[in-house]
């Protein structure tokens, strides 16, 4: 049995089912197709710029603006990152799932916004992306990142 190519419609179709129409507002990006392996497209969705990218990890969505010093992400380059590991190993992941911001080489997950590592406070807006028909729709509400439980959170000192 062949099993379909990461990253490719039969892919996205196995591993996000869309069932049906939607019933939030996604807006229409393009057709499926016409996405260039890695290669940002930058498109308005609910006012907003946002940046589309087809990877080898799926379809993605972030804002345009990095939460640094407002470079703009779609000229970001695609890549995995280096993962924690003990000395003289070295374990690259998540590969097709990281953007690396053009003017300072901040790293950010394409799936949640969120700095590899924490490097950064700030975050990218991230987006949910459907694959229905063919055809590529962007929500234009943010994926809210996930918080930790109250109890996991730290302890407020008085004053602050
Ligand atoms: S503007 Fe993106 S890392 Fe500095």
């Not at 940002?40 to 990877?55: L, N, Q």
Request: glycine letters at 10%; one cysteine or more; aromatic letters at 8%.
């Amino acid at each position: 049995m062949s099993e379909s190519q990461p990253g490719t419609l039969a892919a996205l179709r196995r591993t996000d089912p869309v069932t049906g129409p939607s019933t939030e507002d996604f807006e229409y990006v393009c057709e499926y197709d016409d996405m260039v392996l890695d290669e940002f497209r930058s498109v308005e969705i609910g006012g907003r710029e946002v940046c589309v990218v087809r990877t080898l990890a799926g379809v993605f969505a972030i804002g345009s603006k990095c939460p640094h010093q407002a470079a703009n992400m779609c000229d970001g380059a695609i890549k995995g990152t280096m993962e924690p590991s003990e000395r003289n190993e070295y374990h690259f992941a998540q590969e097709g799932e990281i953007v690396t911001c053009p003017w300072h080489g901040y790293e950010f997950s394409l799936r949640t916004g969120a700095s590899v590592g924490g490097a950064l406070k700030g975050r990218l807006g991230a987006y949910q992306i459907e694959v229905r028909d063919g055809a590529v729709y962007c929500s234009p509400r943010r994926i809210r990142p996930e918080r930790p439980a109250r109890a996991e959170r730290p302890a407020r000192r008085v004053g602050e």
